[in-house]
């Protein structure tokens, strides 16, 4: 045991929890879960995470970090006219699909072959939303918000991933400097509550499909890519087998899909966390225990972000998706006979338009790979 595999490892669960929670706490919110619902779902994702991250690392003895998919929880986010039922159904879908990406190479060959550009438009179009929301949070609550942007731009000239949960910091204690009142606090045990998944078709297209696609797209790929730079070999199948497995089982408590952490999972990967590389999956071990800490200790973050002011929360939405959106918008316009069809696609997205029942995300994606074949049966005829 090492002092620099716990404090990685716990950094790691710390930047990855407060960073994106508020998010989760959205899409609750929008399904219309109740509180005891949410607490269930944040306890069962962190156990989720917990449980996966252990298995992998042992298994591979390579360090596997897992997150919760954030520009899923977005998707979910930005969803209406859905209930928590549905919700589910829609987290089964999308949890059964990862695992058998894993488990049937042709399924993973058909997922490849949607165009770079146009996945990554659909994720910039679920995006851009709530970051125009912090804008917005600036002009109701300046003197809350414009500190939190603040220290968000200079604690990122040194440590981005820290950034964000400086933000949240500044944001908690100008709030309550500001008359916010966080006594009413209470530690309290989470409980897991099994939910009966409802499956609509509609459902199933406009979100999950999106969300298996957004999980793949945005957490799975740079996952294995952080693995691979740091000088591992990433178990790719046995771990989309694992986290579509776990996604499918935590759904029936409420929770969304579990992935490869990117951004986090570089915090634990370096030399710095244990000098023999060998030794380095360890860490995952660690990592696995902050995060059922975390979990036993939903309910009370979820009421101190309830405390918050809405425009605080927003604000922390938007600079937690700006990483994620900055790579998406890149993507997206990175091939220039891309470009229209993922414009396209980002527009559609970003709308919010819900035709016959299914969301926009579906439709984006839809009109963008419509354009994108018109496109090349021109060039193929020419």
């Not at 396209?344 to 969301?359: E, Q």
Request: aromatic share 8%; glycine share 10%.
């Amino acid at each position: 045991m090492r002092l620099s595999v716990i404090s990685a490892a716990t950094v790691a669960a710390l930047v990855g929890y407060a960073s994106s929670v508020a998010i989760l706490l959205a899409a609750a919110t929008a399904l219309g879960a109740t509180p005891a619902q949410t607490a269930s779902w944040l306890l069962a994702i962190c156990i989720g995470k917990a449980i996966g991250s252990a298995f992998l690392s042992w298994l591979a003895k390579v360090p596997v970090v897992l997150a919760w998919s954030t520009p899923g929880a977005a998707l979910i986010a930005a969803t209406s006219g859905i209930s928590f039922a549905e919700g589910v159904g829609a987290f089964v879908v999308a949890g059964l699909l990862i695992a058998a990406t894993g488990l049937i190479r042709p399924l993973g060959a058909l997922v490849a072959r949607i165009p770079d550009g146009i996945a990554a438009a659909m994720l910039g179009g679920v995006l851009l939303p709530f970051c125009l929301k912090g804008a917005t949070a600036a002009q109701g609550l300046p003197a809350l918000v414009l500190p939190m942007v603040g220290v968000f731009l200079i604690v990122r000239l040194w440590n981005p991933a820290f950034a964000v949960l400086a933000a949240f910091a500044t944001g908690i204690l100008l709030a309550l400097a500001t008359g916010s009142d966080l006594t009413t606090l209470q530690l309290a045990a989470p409980v897991l509550e099994p939910v009966l998944p409802s499956f609509r078709l509609s459902v199933v297209l406009g979100l999950g499909l999106p969300l298996y696609l957004v999980t793949m797209a945005s957490q799975n790929l740079p996952g294995f890519a952080t693995v691979r730079a740091a000088g591992y070999e990433p178990p790719v199948s046995a771990a989309l087998t694992t986290t579509g497995i776990i996604s499918t089982v935590t759904a029936f408590f409420g929770a969304h899909t579990v992935s490869m952490a990117a951004i986090t999972a570089a915090i634990c990967l370096g030399p710095d966390v244990h000098p023999e590389k060998d030794r380095r999956w360890i860490v995952g071990l660690y990592y696995a225990a902050a995060w059922l800490i975390l979990g036993l200790l939903s309910p009370t973050v979820l009421d101190l972000i309830a405390a918050l002011p809405t425009e605080v929360v927003a604000t922390l939405v938007a600079l937690a998706l700006l990483s994620p959106l900055t790579g998406a918008l890149t993507g997206a316009f990175a091939h220039a006979d891309q470009r229209l069809p993922a414009a396209l696609t980002v527009v559609v997205t970003a709308s919010g338009i819900a035709a016959f029942g299914i969301g926009a995300a579906f439709w984006g994606l839809v009109v963008g790979l419509a354009v994108w074949g018109l496109d090349h049966l021109k060039l193929r005829r020419a």
